[in-house]
T-cell receptor, first 112, second 113 residues
Framework: DAGITQSPRHKVTETGTPVTLRCHQT?????MYWYRQDPGHGLRLIHY???????DKGEVSDGYSVSRSKTEDFLLTLESATSSQTSVYFC???????????FGPGTRLTVT | AQSVTQLGSHVSVSEGALVLLRCNYS??????LFWYVQYPNQGLQLLLK??????LVKGINGFEAEFKKSETSFHLTKPSAHMSDAAEYFC???????????FGTGTSLTVIP
């Protein structure tokens, strides 16, 4: 299994509070991704990174920001959480030459 | 733009029967195609991938998929379903020029004993 961890694995927070999710990899892969998974929508890309300090938006980036200061860490921040951001969040990694993604175990976020 | 359509959000088969999960893609150029499986409360695991080599791709756990350019399809099959195949299956596409991936909405497979 690819070395990808996500923390926390579960979180309950209140509307309006900031939340940061962490993805950590030990594979030294160049690309890292944040997805959210919701029933009926599959996985939707929030943001991705193609290198340290190089990030770009996905299809559902509103309300989210990301940072990557080290190859191994990719942080997803909800500046002011809303109930619509209740979801399961997955981190994934890939290498430019393999076109395969490896997924972390997910973080279940509930915004009350 | 890339997109993926999975026909049937829920599929039920009897144990030992053929599994057929459908995936159609839209792409201006032949893309890379993938099937992933997700077991309850877990992340996604790659089943198989097509990257412009053989059109019939064999994956793990006895699954295979055939790339049909004329039909823009990449359907997933398994000759004989096992109880352990019950899971959510996702088709995904990636353009062959980069590392972005687009996922279908998923098909939940139920295997009836």
């Amino acid at each position: 299994d690819a070395g990808i961890t996500q923390s926390p694995r579960h979180k309950v927070t209140e509307t309006g509070t900031p939340v940061t999710l962490r993805c950590h990899q030990t594979e030294n892969h160049r690309y890292m991704y944040w997805y959210r998974q919701d029933p009926g929508h599959g996985l939707r890309l929030i943001h991705y990174s193609y290198g340290v300090k190089d990030t770009d938006k996905g299809e559902v980036s509103d309300g989210y920001s990301v940072s990557r200061s080290k190859t191994e860490d990719f942080l997803l921040t909800l500046e002011s959480a809303t109930s619509s951001q209740t979801s399961v969040y997955f981190c994934a990694i890939s290498e430019w030459f393999s076109y395969e993604q490896y997924f972390g175990p997910g973080t279940r976020l509930t915004v009350t | 733009a890339q997109s993926v359509t999975q026909l049937g959000s829920h599929v039920s088969v009897s144990e030992g029967a053929l599994v057929l999960l459908r995936c159609n893609y839209s792409s201006s150029v032949p893309p890379y195609l993938f099937w992933y499986v997700q077991y309850p409360n877990q992340g996604l695991q790659l089943l198989l991938k097509y990257t412009s080599a053989a059109t019939l791709v064999k994956g793990i756990n006895g699954f295979e998929a055939e790339f049909k350019k004329s039909e823009t399809s990449f359907h997933l099959t398994k000759p004989s379903a096992h109880m352990s195949d019950a899971a959510e299956y996702f088709c995904a596409v990636s353009p062959n020029t980069g590392n972005q991936f687009y996922f279908g909405t998923g098909t939940s497979l139920t295997v009836i004993p």
